[in-house]
């Protein structure tokens, strides 16, 4: 982005570069309203931490994750969307124009802001995780799971979220098991009964995961597990690990000004994208604790662009 490029009024400011933020940029690119996109320090979300992607329509062979977050961003550009590269440290979402600060230096002002800022899974924390990040080690079986069809896959939880996590994943693994640092589940009854009932999945309690290993080619080939009552220490040959101890939005530059579900999700209309304030809208995982796809995500996304442009008709401003 050249110099000066984000001073001045701008009809929309989108924050975040991930495939909600992106749509919202190419939808009101098109709609000729100048939308100014803060990239993030994670240019592009989850997806640039994401190998295969295949359920994303348009690519019958499947793409990467990375690259599909490419081709959004050069189809934004090609309608003139500007791009800086920067963080929002803080936003006046109190009167118009909006203010959003870049960096704690350069304040932007604007008509509408479109809020893509994403969530974040919660990891464990180790740097094998990290490393093995999209070579077996994910924070999505309805994203992942397919590329482990016959395979040995673990689960990181007890929640609901880990619950639902191993039950789908029997659709394709050979074997799942839960890891739960307890010695009860706190998902709900009904999703408790389905896992300890089924037949395909296995739960090893009290345990935690302390390291995760590579096999040669560079995959998730063993887990070392610990027992936090024992302190004994074990190796299990594991094909995959799905981390599924929850998400955090990515909220906490709004949490005082608009209003946040009790997970700190931002709230919207049941039938838009409009937030507790006219003017800001809020599309992709930040407003999604549901769903949390990359098609869900630009699906809101197009809504997001679409409900700013109408909103500055109405005030007359575009």
Same mark, same amino acid.
């Given at each position: 982005?050249?110099?000066?490029? /984000?001073?001045?009024?701008?009809?929309?400011v989108i924050i975040g570069s991930?495939?909600?933020?992106?749509?919202?940029? &190419?939808?009101?690119?098109?709609?000729?309203?100048?939308?100014?996109?803060?990239?993030?320090?994670?240019?592009?979300?989850?997806?640039?931490?994401?190998?295969? &992607?295949?359920?994303?329509? #348009?690519?019958?062979?499947?793409?990467?994750?990375?690259?599909?977050?490419? %081709?959004?961003?050069?189809?934004?550009?090609?309608? *003139?969307?500007?791009?800086?590269?920067?963080?929002?440290?803080?936003?006046?979402?109190?009167?118009?124009?909006?203010?959003?600060?870049? =960096?704690?230096?350069?304040?932007?002002?604007?008509?509408?802001?479109?809020? @893509?800022?994403?969530?974040?899974?919660?990891?464990?924390?180790?740097?094998?995780?990290?490393?093995?990040?999209?070579?077996?080690?994910?924070? @999505?079986?309805? @994203?992942?799971?397919?590329?482990?069809?016959?395979?040995?896959?673990?689960?990181?939880?007890?929640?609901?979220?880990?619950?639902?996590?191993?039950?789908?994943?029997?659709?394709?693994?050979?074997?799942?098991?839960?890891? !739960?640092?307890?010695?009860?589940?706190?998902?709900?009854k009904i999703l408790q009964d389905? &896992?300890?009932?089924?037949?395909?999945?296995?739960?090893?309690?009290?345990?935690? &995961?302390? =390291?995760?290993?590579?096999?040669? /080619?560079?995959?998730?080939?063993?887990?070392?597990?610990? %027992?936090?009552?024992? !302190?004994?220490?074990?190796?299990?040959?594991?094909?995959?690990?799905?981390?599924?101890?929850? !998400?955090?939005? %990515?909220?906490?530059?709004?949490?005082?000004?608009? =209003?946040?579900?009790?997970?700190?999700?931002?709230?919207?209309?049941?039938?838009?994208?409009?937030?507790?304030?006219?003017?800001?809208?809020?599309?992709?995982?930040?407003?999604?604790?549901?769903?949390?796809? *990359?098609?869900? *995500?630009?699906?809101?996304? @197009?809504?997001?662009?679409?409900?700013?442009?109408?909103?500055?008709?109405?005030? #007359?401003?575009?």
């Amino acid at each position: 982005m050249s110099e000066g490029l /984000s001073n001045g009024m701008r009809d929309v400011v989108i924050i975040g570069s991930g495939p909600a933020g992106l749509t919202a940029a &190419v939808y009101t690119a098109r709609a000729n309203l100048r939308p100014l996109l803060i990239e993030g320090a994670q240019a592009g979300g989850q997806l640039m931490i994401t190998t295969d &992607v295949e359920n994303f329509p #348009g690519f019958p062979d499947g793409v990467q994750g990375p690259e599909l977050i490419l %081709n959004m961003k050069q189809q934004a550009e090609r309608f *003139a969307t500007d791009f800086l590269q920067g963080d929002v440290t803080s936003v006046n979402l109190s009167e118009r124009p909006f203010q959003i600060v870049i =960096d704690d230096e350069e304040t932007i002002e604007a008509k509408a802001i479109i809020i @893509c800022s994403g969530a974040r899974a919660k990891l464990i924390g180790l740097p094998s995780e990290s490393k093995l990040m999209g070579n077996g080690v994910s924070a @999505c079986a309805t @994203c992942d799971g397919f590329f482990f069809r016959g395979k040995e896959v673990f689960v990181v939880g007890g929640g609901d979220t880990a619950a639902e996590e191993a039950i789908f994943l029997t659709r394709f693994a050979s074997k799942v098991t839960l890891i !739960h640092r307890r010695n009860q589940l706190r998902a709900s009854k009904i999703l408790q009964d389905k &896992v300890l009932e089924h037949d395909k999945i296995d739960v090893i309690w009290d345990t935690v &995961v302390t =390291d995760i290993l590579a096999d040669e /080619s560079g995959r998730v080939g063993s887990i070392i597990l610990k %027992n936090v009552l024992t !302190h004994e220490a074990s190796t299990r040959k594991a094909d995959g690990l799905f981390v599924a101890i929850g !998400h955090s939005p %990515n909220t906490a530059l709004f949490a005082d000004q608009l =209003d946040l579900d009790a997970q700190g999700y931002i709230v919207t209309q049941s039938d838009s994208t409009k937030t507790s304030i006219p003017g800001v809208f809020a599309a992709g995982d930040v407003q999604d604790p549901s769903y949390r796809q *990359a098609i869900t *995500a630009a699906g809101t996304g @197009c809504m997001a662009a679409i409900d700013a442009e109408r909103f500055l008709e109405e005030e #007359g401003q575009n």
